[in-house]
């Protein structure tokens, strides 16, 4: 059974890079048809897709953050990395990181296999 968590600082300053790393346990990040997902939620947003890697390492990201967003891995550590730079105070959420069968792009609900969630919240 794959199981995510996600790690990293709960505070970020504005104009920040925020980096959030998920470490996958119980499977592995190149099984074919793996996708890896990071996700936030917001009272204000909701749910936000903030892009994939998949299982070969592709990249796939949203047009309003693909600017801002990048997504790295490190499978000898089974681990995907989330880099989002110039953060502002509407970067404030809970971040998750889940793993999919196929490239989702927006999401009605928390995905069904994902971390428990870490929240940031950028403040000066």
């Known amino acids: 059974q794959v199981q995510l968590q996600e790690s990293g600082p709960g505070l970020v300053k504005p104009s920040q890079t925020l980096s959030l790393t998920c470490t996958v346990s119980?499977?592995?990040?190149?099984?074919?048809?793996?996708?890896w997902s990071w996700i936030r939620q917001s009272p204000r947003k909701g749910l936000e897709w903030m892009g994939a890697i998949t299982s070969s390492g592709l990249v796939y990201f949203p047009p309003s953050l693909k600017s801002r967003t990048s997504i790295s891995r490190d499978t000898s550590k089974n681990q995907f990395t989330l880099q989002l730079t110039s953060v502002t105070p509407e970067d404030t959420a809970v971040y998750y990181c889940a793993r999919e069968t196929g490239l989702v792009r927006s999401y009605n609900s928390l995905p069904k296999i994902r971390g428990q969630g870490t929240q940031v919240t950028v403040s000066s």
């Open positions: 119980g499977g592995s990040m190149t099984t074919t048809y793996s996708y």
